[in-house]
């Protein structure tokens, strides 16, 4: 008989400087199967990102040293595309908004109860699981499209050529359309993190792709640059778009205590943050 190999628990990254919250939510998430990371400051939980090798992360408005939305922000310039549970006592819609526009996935307003806190875990990493699957091969977002098996890219049924550069620097872009990248983060996506080479090579690997798919390339409405940010890919570019331009260059240098719980008054009861 032989012994069949035991799986580890997903594991998800609890944000949040409330001992009992962190207590109460880590608890129901190993009863459903799950593995809590817990952090009480922001910071600490950037540092710790790699390593905790989570799924998802829950992340509390109100920390210590930086609010959540700042946490957020600075998550996803790093390129972490990890599904995002915001956990707050403000329901305004200006602050759900402004959470949301940070990079957050869902928000959840305290009190809140166990059984609503795995439902929306649970629909958050099926979401997440559909996106991966979906953009395994194609990626659409408008009249742009890119396949990445056949690492063929076309814009408005017309295939465009691209160097193999440009191709990854697109791919990239197009897997965060509407987020703003770094030019470090979009270094270490395209060319690798051991890459010694000029950092204005993304810069050069821009114009070359606006040359092939904006209208006016000097002034960019889909490929666009975010002063002193980096570059972000509009799904809903200000202006309409031609046809791509397939001309191809003849050379290119790539640089190179209460637990489960269902009432009203639920976990964050009386919190404010």
């Not at 992340?59 to 995002?84: N, Q």
């Amino acid at each position: 008989m032989t012994n069949n190999p035991i799986s580890k628990p997903k594991r998800i990254m609890v944000v949040d400087d409330d001992a009992t919250i962190v207590e109460t939510l880590a608890y129901n998430l190993k009863r459903h199967g799950f593995e809590a990371v817990s952090f009480s400051r922001g910071m600490e939980a950037l540092s710790g990102l790699d390593d905790a090798d989570a799924c998802l992360i829950v992340l509390d408005w109100m920390l210590p040293d930086v609010t959540g939305p700042e946490v957020v922000k600075l998550i996803r310039e790093r390129g972490c595309e990890l599904p995002v549970l915001m956990l707050t006592g403000r329901s305004s819609p200006n602050d759900i908004a402004h959470g949301l526009s940070a990079g957050a996935d869902d928000y959840l307003a305290k009190p809140f109860s166990t059984i609503e806190f795995m439902a929306r875990i649970q629909a958050l990493l099926r979401r997440a699981k559909k996106d991966q699957g979906a953009s395994e091969n194609k990626i659409t977002i408008g009249d742009l499209m890119l396949d990445e098996s056949a690492r063929r890219v076309t814009f408005k049924g017309q295939p465009v050529d691209l160097s193999p550069k440009e191709f990854s620097l697109l791919k990239a872009l197009m897997k965060n359309a509407d987020k703003t990248m770094s030019t470090d983060v979009l270094l270490n996506k395209v060319w690798g993190s051991d890459y010694q080479g000029d950092v204005k090579t993304v810069a050069v690997h821009m114009r070359w792709l606006r040359q092939k798919l904006e209208n006016d390339p000097k002034n960019p409405t889909l490929l666009e640059t975010v002063h002193r940010s980096g570059y972000r890919l509009n799904s809903q570019p200000s202006a309409a778009q031609p046809t791509a331009r397939h001309e191809s260059k003849a050379t290119e240098s790539e640089h190179g205590s209460g637990h489960e719980t269902g009432s009203s008054h639920g976990i964050g009861h009386g919190q404010s943050h």
